[in-house]
């Protein structure tokens, strides 16, 4: 289950300026979804308005066929697991980040889902600017890193739905290699919504939308859209 629902979806953050113009797709249970589009085309308001943090103006999104609004901010969060673009850490080691909240979390769970996210070398460090008695002992991590530690939270968290905002950053290849090899683990059986900056990052998706106007212009697998362009 974890089927994600768009019905005529329309959304502004100011009345004269609509963002979504009447957007309808369906990502079915245990498929994976890109949405690519220009910057500002709405995509990362998508995610927004599915996780809550704005309501829709016109026009419903259905989780397994529920309307969101009658589901209480709790479950929502519970059944939606949130990869943002900006992860921000605390200043605690990063397995403690990637534990965060979830009490009933193992050691051997936490390792496993860093293993995982292939940040498992470095979960007894701290984040950068971490102060000590010592003095500043914290680990620099890239956008990538902190990303994996936000994939690595949610693994352990093992939601339905699966949101993951791609980092904007310019990525190195590598990075972008090992991001990509992780959203392949956690998107496995999991509903998951991916906000991509790049179609070469979305090449296994089962569909990709690409977002202008407020609207669907184009949709397909990565191929029919390679050879339409
Ligand atoms: P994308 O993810 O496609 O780059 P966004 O969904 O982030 O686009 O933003 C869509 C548009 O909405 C942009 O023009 C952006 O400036 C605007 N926007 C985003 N967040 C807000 C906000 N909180 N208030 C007003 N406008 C916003
Ligand atoms: P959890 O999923 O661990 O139960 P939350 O529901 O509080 O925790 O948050 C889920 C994810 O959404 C976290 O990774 C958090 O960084 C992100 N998040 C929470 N609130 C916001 C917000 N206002 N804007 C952007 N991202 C947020």
Do not use: C, W
Not at 52 to 81: C, H, M, P, W
Not at 89 to 116: H, K, M, Q, S, W
Not at 151 to 167: F, G, H, Q, S, V
Not at 174 to 196: M, W, Y
Request: aromatic share 6%; net charge neutral.
């Amino acid at each position: 289950n974890g089927s994600i629902t768009f019905k005529d979806v329309h959304f502004a953050y100011d009345a004269n300026r609509p963002i979504l113009k009447g957007l309808s797709f369906e990502v079915p249970a245990g498929k994976t979804v890109a949405v690519v589009g220009p910057s500002g085309a709405g995509k990362s308001t998508i995610s927004r308005l599915l996780y809550r943090f704005y309501d829709v103006q016109q026009g419903e999104i259905l989780i397994d066929g529920q309307n969101i609004r009658d589901v209480t901010q709790k479950s929502l969060r519970n059944a939606i697991g949130m990869v943002p673009q900006d992860t921000v850490l605390f200043n605690d080691t990063i397995a403690y980040n990637i534990r965060y909240g979830r009490l009933e979390a193992t050691d051997r769970d936490v390792e496993a889902a860093a293993e995982i996210a292939q940040i498992g070398t470095f979960i007894r460090n701290l984040p950068d600017g971490f102060k000590t008695m010592v003095g500043e002992r914290g680990l620099k991590l890239s956008g990538g890193e902190k990303q994996r530690v936000a994939i690595a939270r949610t693994i352990l968290k093992a939601p339905p739905i699966l949101i993951l905002d791609e980092a904007t950053s310019a990525l190195d290849t590598t990075t972008e290699r090992e991001i990509q090899a992780a959203l392949d683990v956690v998107s496995k059986n999991r509903t998951t919504l991916v906000i991509a900056h790049r179609l070469s990052t979305v090449i296994n998706a089962d569909e990709i939308i690409v977002v202008k106007d407020g609207t669907i212009a184009e949709r397909g697998t990565h191929q029919a859209l390679l050879d339409q362009n």
